[in-house]
């Protein structure tokens, strides 16, 4: 079993910044990515950003620029800094891990229970 243990969300005037983090631990054998979503009431939940085993990086448009992804150099946590926070960036956001637990090449999806990023004046 793996857990995702997620930390950093809170309230944020317009402008500002947080950085969300979250630790991957249990019966990890590879973490293929790591990433974050979010979700509002009513759609669905969309990649905020990801971050593979080998350094490589998605964004989704509406944070290029904003937010950036990052992970410890054992690979098993991952943050987000978000600066620049606007309203529409006001979510639940959800950590993701894409891992291997018994060393074959098929892939497993675990979600943390996220964590409320509120940004308001």
């Known amino acids: 079993q793996v857990q995702l243990g997620e930390s950093g969300g809170g309230w944020m005037q317009p402008g500002g910044s947080l950085r969300l983090a979250c630790a991957a631990s249990?019966?990890?054998?590879?973490?293929?990515?790591m990433g974050w979503y979010r979700q509002v009431p009513g759609k669905q939940r969309e990649l905020v950003a990801a971050i593979t085993s080998d350094s490589m990086t998605n964004y989704t448009d509406s944070v290029k620029g904003r937010f950036t992804i990052s992970r410890d150099i054992a690979g098993n946590t991952v943050y987000l800094q978000m600066h620049s926070l606007k309203p529409e960036d006001t979510a639940v956001y959800y950590c993701h891990a894409q891992v291997s637990t018994s060393g074959s090449s098929y892939r497993e999806d675990y979600w943390g229970q996220g964590t409320q990023v509120t940004v308001s004046s």
């Open positions: 249990g019966s990890i054998f590879r973490i293929f990515a």
